[in-house]
């Protein structure tokens, strides 16, 4: 699926438009979010992907005004909410929820499971007590926990348990949309794929718009419709998932994808060589001028030097920021 087919596919739910996020450092700025913009259609995945630290996790938390923007604009459902106060952007809230990347912290340790899910329930006003019980026993049933459990501390639970407890949390207030930030990354391999295909069953049960954020690109090609690479706070390449893993356009991806353990099944499919990045690993505090990558890319030339690239879109949809794309 290309960038143009999924440009097709629904009407826009989530738009970001230059998001920064900055934090200031004494007499320099720590630019976290710089200038991202993107948008999500209703129904679809975007993957999010890059290094650890590269401001991909807090692009979800801004995106979901869980962290206040330095600039920028995001809507949701065609609603602007940048600037919304605590109390108008409360009946927003239910439509976009987060699940947190670790199932360890993100559940209080003193309350029961039972508790945790039925909070947001609670502060929406969703029922009384009775109404609540019921729709948290139906949703422990939806994500696949007995309800037997409800009473029990999040200590009692596996890892694979925790975090089903906190995507039946994000589910709790019928949300449009989740962002999942890097939700497998702390599971085991074999609980990664059961979580992982939770997510997929749960996408077309509930009609789920997902912003899935990880760094291993081998699980987010099997989740998402598109994918953005993300480097030094901003986005480097946008594309359609198979055409994005079939010819990267930016050497950053490239790079990323020669990472992925690539198995030879005796076909004459070829096998992707393994790119080791050199040169020095840019500080995201003094980051280097033109192209932020041009320290590490191995076909740097002088314009990468004094000229930063700025994310432009080709013929397919495609959008690289790149002033020698590997592929249009």
Do not use: W
């Not at 996790?57 to 995106?63: D, E, F, I, K, V």
């Not at 497998?184 to 899935?212: G, H, K, M, P, R």
């Not at 946008?238 to 198995?263: M, R, W």
């Not at 992707?272 to 500080?283: K, S």
């Amino acid at each position: 699926m290309t960038a143009q087919d999924i440009a097709g596919a629904g009407d826009v739910l989530l738009r970001a438009k230059d998001v920064t996020k900055h934090y200031p450092l004494g007499r320099k700025v720590l630019r976290a979010v710089d200038g991202v913009s993107l948008e999500v259609r209703t129904g679809e995945t975007l993957g999010v992907v890059g290094e650890s630290g590269c401001g991909k996790s807090t692009l979800g938390r801004c995106l979901v005004r869980l962290t206040e923007l330095t600039g920028g604009q995001v809507e949701f459902d065609g609603q602007d909410i940048s600037g919304l106060s605590a109390r108008r952007l409360r009946p927003v809230r239910p439509g976009m929820q987060l699940v947190f990347q670790d199932p360890y912290a993100s559940l209080n340790p003193r309350r029961r499971a039972g508790d945790i899910v039925a909070e947001p329930l609670l502060v929406h006003r969703y029922g009384d007590a009775a109404a609540v019980r019921r729709r948290v026993a139906e949703l422990f049933d939806v994500v696949g926990l007995a309800g037997a459990h409800l009473d029990r501390y999040p200590h009692e639970f596996s890892g694979g348990q925790r975090q089903r407890i906190g995507i039946a949390r994000a589910l709790a207030t019928d949300p449009r949309l989740i962002v999942a930030d890097e939700p497998v990354s702390a599971l085991d391999v074999s609980i990664q794929a059961q979580v992982l295909n939770l997510f997929a069953d749960l996408q077309e049960e509930f009609a789920l718009t997902y912003v899935f954020i990880a760094h291993d690109l081998g699980v987010v090609r099997h989740v998402s419709d598109r994918i953005a690479v993300m480097y030094l706070g901003e986005i480097v390449e946008l594309a359609g998932t198979e055409e994005l893993y079939e010819s990267p356009a930016h050497p950053y991806t490239q790079a990323l994808l020669s990472a992925v353990p690539d198995i030879d099944d005796g076909t004459d499919a070829p096998v992707r060589e393994r790119i080791v990045l050199t040169g020095e690993v840019p500080n995201p505090v003094d980051r280097p001028t033109g192209c932020p990558f041009r320290t590490r890319c191995p076909y740097v030339r002088e314009r990468c030097v004094v000229e930063r690239p700025r994310l432009t879109a080709t013929d397919s949809g495609r959008r690289t920021a790149c002033h020698y794309p590997l592929a249009s």
